[in-house]
């Protein structure tokens, strides 16, 4: 309190105690996706942020408030970006910011009046040694106004094993408004005094000085504090993921870069007086080489030997050219250093500041290294990484970092004792006084890293998830930072005559090494997360407030929010058919999905198969650029021949049986470029591909955006639907014709006119398939474009097998596809007996999908945090994951939603169930079973579930291993002719989400075994 009223009294208020601060922020954001053509995207991004912050230049403790600062900063920018699939190998993106920036840095200073917006308000500041710092802060006010233009482009490359990349970035700032007022409100340093014979009778301390008017140091800032200018940079690179062979893999690259520098000229004090003049240097040899490989030495996924070793450059930060420029001593800033007790007069002026002396005199200059180089490091890597059984992971990885060229801060000019009181070596004749500090950034520092980590890994099951981690390292350098207090100790003395662009005589760099500020030698991280048998959570109802419920390790789906059902109305699914999707207020549904859908179709007593008129239609839409849209007749309320047998339309809000058995699944799509790409590189390739993947994997999503991209490609893509198209000879013809665009085939219109007759009941149905085949082959070009065949599930060929003179149908199917050049696609959940009937396929794996895919899909939802829950939940496939999606969206929680849905005659229960049945009717034996099993189910209005009890076939008669995790959970829930209960529902969403779903509870220890599948997803086990 008592240095406080000193403070006080000499004019510098003060606060002590708990002294607020305001902090608020604003920020908006739009951001507009447009879809220009199937294979042209265009993103338009908008932000803006209103920033107030008092504590951008902290204060506490001995630094009074005043001597903080206020940030006033205002920014807004514009994005947008472009991308195009040029080829099926090529993808091609181009992005463009404009970003703007208005920056104020202003003091808190109460002797300013009011806001401290000018160099005149306030002032000046006082460093009281070891009390105090207070007054106006000594760099402010900062205005600082920039806008920001930013080019990049990448093109990629997919193929031959190779997934390469090259782009350039470039950016261009101009800085049009930049001020560094240097002390330009006065600063006076207090420091103890010694006893001073007629002025000090004995030694005070510093606040006594302030008392006393006795400064020890006094500096004053003149002139033009602002400066303006332009920068540059660019920066090129190439790389490659090349996979050499399933154990090897090579990623080389190369980056260049460039930083522009304005052309400002630097003219400095040098040794005896004379000057140094030089331009900011421009360093041009930034080549940066990298190489990384991973080897698995068995090839079985669990080892990873990895290595890399690179050099890789910095950028030095662009603020060093405004910083040297403005504080030049002479044209912009120029500063006045006065010491005791010449600064004794300064304080005893008004307002304690001296006007600028008309006469010479040496002023502080900061200026820039003439040898200044771009830093760099080389940087080396080698890991270890072994999965120990099915859950645990031991991975050690060494990292070894070697950085130069860093910015540090010398004094070129110091005070050296040596040569005589106050002199310094750029002193004029000698005479102390004559010249001033010439602090250079100067690209000397190196720093070393080294470190090792060894990790142990328990993946979540069974409850709980364990890391463990030690890691040994070791950090040094020899510059932390070029501002502030982190001048060298030892400056050397003053610049070297005969090197005048390198280090300073008798500098010894290596004598600054030391520890880091980041150094950390030893570090040990135990880390978990444990299902406790205690939880709460919070559920919300309808008109009600949150709930705490206690409950013993189970999960209830609880109070869901009030929410409108699925409304069934024909007239809105015919204008959904007509004229593609209605909004009414909500996200339009996605297109076809996945393959399990058009399957139900054809097991169900609900929506049949599509018909040929459909697929006709279907070829509509890809010769518009658009995927085919059938999501009315997967919608409540759409309905054909065979679904009004059962009786009038359900009033709006109900559903039906077959509706509920078809497992809509909708919210957001799950886009994957990745594979798109892989599977548009293959389809140009020679020889037929197959897309393989369970049931529900999203196979047909893929065929359908397949054909799309290749109809905006110039392609004239044929798909057909075989698992609708192959239950006999008439009808399989007569929807490859009707799949066939008239606008692009007229000259086969003869040659079509002979297989509809063929294929004519009664005709010769065996005729017209083999004449379907045999144009197959041959359709290689329509009008120059060049035809794309996209099969969907073409093992229902074998349905034909059993109708006369097609025994050898798939046979004959096979032949004719080999005779095609390229563009030949297929896709089947049966990979196993595909290439039964066609040895030598080529396929793509549909694979789960990535934690970043799901991330992506739900980052538009603001619900990325649940991308892990969401992929361990539906077992990484799409139609799963949608379910699951759409629950998040709507408020419900991943465990909640999926014990819903896993409810009899949820989604997730419908859509398992169907995979159940499609997998063991496969299981028993197919072709005419299918084709006896439709006509029964077609007049009888029951679904395959009731035809197989009534054939005494029901599931629980044998016991089967499925690959599909949700199978797996359906079979044990609901395979065992009872309902599940809520207590095994919750307990089955649990380990689901937690990623323990893969194994369920089972009923009996022989269930619980692991069985490896063998064939096609299902394997029988008794």
């Known amino acids: 309190p008592s240095a406080a009223a000193i403070l006080r009294a000499a004019g510098f208020p003060v606060e002590l105690g708990n002294v607020p601060y305001d902090f608020r922020s604003t920020e908006l954001l739009a951001k507009l996706d447009h879809q220009w053509a199937p294979n042209h995207s265009f993103v338009l991004r908008g932000n803006y942020s209103d920033t107030t912050n008092e504590n951008i230049e902290p204060f506490g403790g001995i630094t009074a408030r005043s001597r903080g600062a206020v940030q006033l900063r205002k920014d807004w920018a514009i994005a947008a970006s472009q991308t195009d699939i040029l080829s099926p190998r090529w993808v091609n993106e181009a992005r463009f910011q404009f970003a703007h920036q208005k920056q104020d840095i202003n003091s808190l200073d ?94 005070i301390r510093a606040i006594q000085a302030v008392a006393l008017g006795l400064p020890a140091a006094y500096i004053q800032g003149y002139g033009n504090p602002g400066t303006g200018y332009g920068y540059k940079d660019l920066s090129l690179f190439v790389q490659d993921d090349w996979r050499i062979t399933r154990k090897l893999t090579l990623k080389p690259g190369l980056r260049y870069q460039r930083q522009f520098w304005p052309s400002f000229h630097y003219d400095v004090s040098n040794v005896g007086g004379t000057r140094l003049a030089y331009d900011f240097p421009q360093d041009k040899n930034d080549i940066a080489p990298r190489l990384a490989l991973a080897w698995d030495p068995k090839g079985d996924g669990k080892t990873s030997i990895h290595a890399a070793y690179g050099i890789f450059y910095d950028n030095n930060i662009t603020g060093i050219a405004g910083i040297t420029a403005g504080i030049d001593g002479r044209d912009h800033v120029r500063t006045l250093v006065l010491t005791f007790p010449a600064s004794i007069a300064a304080w005893r002026a008004p307002g304690h500041k001296l006007p600028e002396p008309t006469t010479p005199y040496p002023s502080f200059v900061i200026s820039i290294d003439p040898a200044l180089q771009t830093p760099y490091a080389h940087q080396a890597a080698l890991g270890f990484d072994r999965a120990l059984g099915k859950d645990i992971s031991f991975s050690a990885n060494a990292v070894y970092v070697r950085g130069k060229h860093q910015i540090g801060s010398i004094d070129y000019n110091p005070t050296i004792p040596a040569v005589g009181p106050g002199r310094r070596p750029d002193d004029i004749g000698g005479r102390a006084g004559t010249s001033a500090s010439v602090l250079q950034y100067t690209s000397f520092g190196e720093t070393w890293y080294r470190g090792l980590t060894l990790s142990l890994n328990k993946r979540f099951t069974q409850g709980s998830q364990v890391m463990v981690s030690y890691t040994l390292s070791k950090a040094e350098d020899t510059s932390t930072d070029f501002q502030g207090a982190s001048v060298v100790q030892d400056q050397g003395l003053g610049r070297n005559p005969a090197d005048p662009y390198g280090l300073p005589l008798g500098f010894n760099a290596l004598a600054e090494k030391g520890p880091a500020t980041h150094d950390q030698r030893h570090r040990f991280v135990l880390s978990g997360v444990a299902r406790l048998p205690w939880e709460f959570q919070l559920h919300a109802a309808g008109g009600g407030g949150p709930q705490r419920r206690r409950k013993r390790r189970r999960i209830s789906p609880g109070p869901r929010p009030p929410q409108s059902g699925r409304p069934v109305d024909e007239r809105r699914a015919k204008q959904r058919d007509d004229e593609g999707p209605v909004h009414r207020g909500r996200a339009p549904e996605p297109p076809l999905q996945d393959r399990a859908e058009v399957r139900a179709r054809g097991h169900r007593g609900g929506v049949q198969p599509p018909r040929p008129r459909e697929l006709q239609r279907d070829q509509q839409h890809l010769r518009a650029g658009r995927v085919p849209d059938r999501s009315a007749e997967r919608r409540p309320g759409a309905r054909d021949l065979r679904a009004l047998r059962a009786g009038p339309s359900p009033a709006p809000g109900s559903t039906r049986p077959e509706d509920e058995f078809l497992g809509k699944v909708s919210g957001p799509d799950l886009p994957r470029p990745a594979l798109l790409a892989r599977v548009l590189a293959r389809v140009a390739q020679a020889g037929p591909a197959l897309l393989v993947g369970p049931p529900g994997a999203g196979k047909t999503t893929l065929l359908l955006e397949t054909a799309r991209a290749l109809s905006a490609r110039g392609w004239t893509p044929i798909y057909l639907d075989l698992m609708g198209a192959a239950s006999s000879p008439e009808r399989f013809a007569v929807a490859a014709l009707d799949a066939l665009p008239a606008d692009s085939f007229g000259a086969l219109l003869g040659r079509a006119t002979q297989i509809r007759r063929l294929a004519e009941p009664g005709t010769d149905g065996a005729g017209a398939v083999q004449a379907v085949l045999s144009l197959w082959a041959a359709l290689t070009d329509a009008g120059g474009h060049p035809v794309a065949l996209l099969l969907d599930e073409p093992t229902e060929i074998r349905s034909l097998a059993y109708f006369a003179g097609l025994r050898e149908a798939a046979t004959a199917l096979g032949s004719a596809l080999r005779r095609r050049a390229r563009g030949t696609l297929l ?40 991308a892990a829950a969401v992929l361990r939940a539906s077992f990484g496939w799409p139609r799963y994951a949608r379910v699951l999606v759409e629950r998040l969206a709507a408020g419900d929680g991943v465990e909640a939603a999926w014990a819903q849905e896993m409810a009899a005659g949820g989604r997730l229960e419908s859509a398992a169930r169907h995979t159940h049945e499609a997998l063991l009717l496969r299981s028993r034996g197919y072709g005419m079973s299918k084709a006896v099993l439709a006509a029964v189910a077609d007049e009888e209005g029951m679904n395959l579930t009731a035809l197989v009890a009534r054939l005494g076939r029901s599931s629980v008669k044998k016991r089967y291993y499925y690959v599909d995790g949700m199978v797996r959970c359906w079979v044990r829930l609901h395979g065992r002719g009872r309902p599940a209960t809520e207590a095994e529902l919750a307990a089955a969403a649990r380990a689901a989400v937690s990623g323990e779903g893969a194994v369920v509870p089972a009923a009996t220890a022989a269930e619980a075994e692991p069985v490896p599948a063998r064939r096609d997803h299902l394997m029988e086990i008794d």
């Open 110 to 203: 109460p002797n300013c009046g009011g806001p401290c917006l000018t160099v005149t308000q306030g002032g000046p500041t006082l460093e009281v040694t070891g009390v105090a710092n207070v007054g106006r802060q000594r760099f402010t006010p900062q205005p600082r106004t920039n806008d920001r233009y930013q080019v990049t482009e990448t093109i990629s490359f997919f193929g031959g094993g190779h997934s390469a990349k090259a782009g350039v970035d470039f950016n261009y700032i101009d800085y049009k408004d930049q001020s560094l007022p240097l002390s330009f409100g006065g600063r006076y340093i207090f420091s103890s005094l010694p006893a001073i014979p007629g002025l000090l009778p004995a030694p």
């Open 827 to 866: 896709a089947s959940s049966y990979p196993t007996l595909a290439r039964e009937l066609w040895p030598g396929l080529e396929a793509v794996e549909v694979s789960p999908l990535t934690p970043a895919e799901i991330a992506s899909a739900l980052a538009s939802l603001n619900l990325a945090s649940h």
